[in-house]
T-cell receptor, first 111, second 115 residues
Framework: GNSVTQMEGPVTLSEEAFLTINCTYT??????LFWYVQYPGEGLQLLLK?????DKGSNKGFEATYRKETTSFHLEKGSVQVSDSAVYFC??????????FGKGTRLSVIA | GAVVSQHPSWVICKSGTSVKIECRSL??????MFWYRQFPKQSLMLMAT?????????EQGVEKDKFLINHASLTLSTLTVTSAHPEDSSFYIC???????????FGPGTRLTVL
């Protein structure tokens, strides 16, 4: 089955700092790759996705590129804000199988 | 976009009682829904896959007699926690698979506290 490894958190950054959250995956076939965000006390929201190799997903200043050769989908943002404080989950998905999540990375951005 | 709702958003119950959580796809039909649970500061663990009109498929270690899942229509799945105990306290999140997008959409979650 699919699995994912995310960098351990928590990650604490100052506002306007550069963010990278590493994610590597194992999956059957050619999965789609997703980043979800969970704000305190809420459910998951799709942040961005990529469906094939070399695709770049982007949203709200966040980006991630589907790297098949390194089986990675690292999340980046050039300048984080306090409002970006949340837990971020990387997940691969093959076909109709359910999303399988990693442990998540908690991000805290301080002013 | 596709919207998934859950009801209730939170519930507190006494040990030994049963609690039903509803998950609805508001603007699309979902032949498949998934139920996850999340303990504080931990990841989402898949509990079961629910297919409309058939029995749910449970993940290893999840008691099917304790967590009853019914997917009676293309827009509604329910999770019933039977004879709840304090260790069942958790955040339960449902997710609907939108076939047209081949994408999972998540509900806002239900926080269950068993006293």
């Amino acid at each position: 089955g699919n699995s994912v490894t995310q960098m351990e958190g928590p990650v604490t950054l100052s506002e306007e700092a550069f963010l990278t959250i590493n994610c590597t995956y194992t999956a059957t076939g050619y999965p789609s790759l997703f980043w979800y965000v969970q704000y305190p006390g809420e459910g998951l929201q799709l942040l961005l996705k990529a469906t094939k190799a070399d695709d770049k997903g982007s949203n709200k200043g966040f980006e991630a590129t589907y790297r098949k050769e390194t089986t990675s989908f690292h999340l980046e943002k050039g300048s984080v804000q306090v409002s970006d404080s949340a837990v971020y989950f990387c997940a691969p998905r093959s076909g109709n199988t359910p999303l399988v999540f990693g442990k998540g990375t908690r991000l805290s951005v301080i002013a | 976009g596709a919207v998934v709702s859950q009801h209730p958003s939170w519930v507190i119950c006494k040990s030994g009682t049963s609690v039903k959580i509803e998950c609805r796809s508001l603007d699309f039909q979902a032949t498949t829904m998934f139920w996850y649970r999340q303990f504080p500061k931990q990841s989402l663990m898949l509990m079961a896959t629910s297919n409309e009109g058939s029995k749910a498929t449970y993940e290893q270690g999840v008691e099917k007699d304790k967590f009853l899942i019914n997917h009676a229509s293309l827009t509604l799945s329910t999770l019933t926690v039977t004879s709840a105990h304090p260790e069942d306290s958790s955040f339960y999140i449902c997710s609907s698979l939108a076939a047209a997008h081949n994408e999972q959409f998540f509900g806002p979650g239900t926080r269950l506290t068993v006293l």
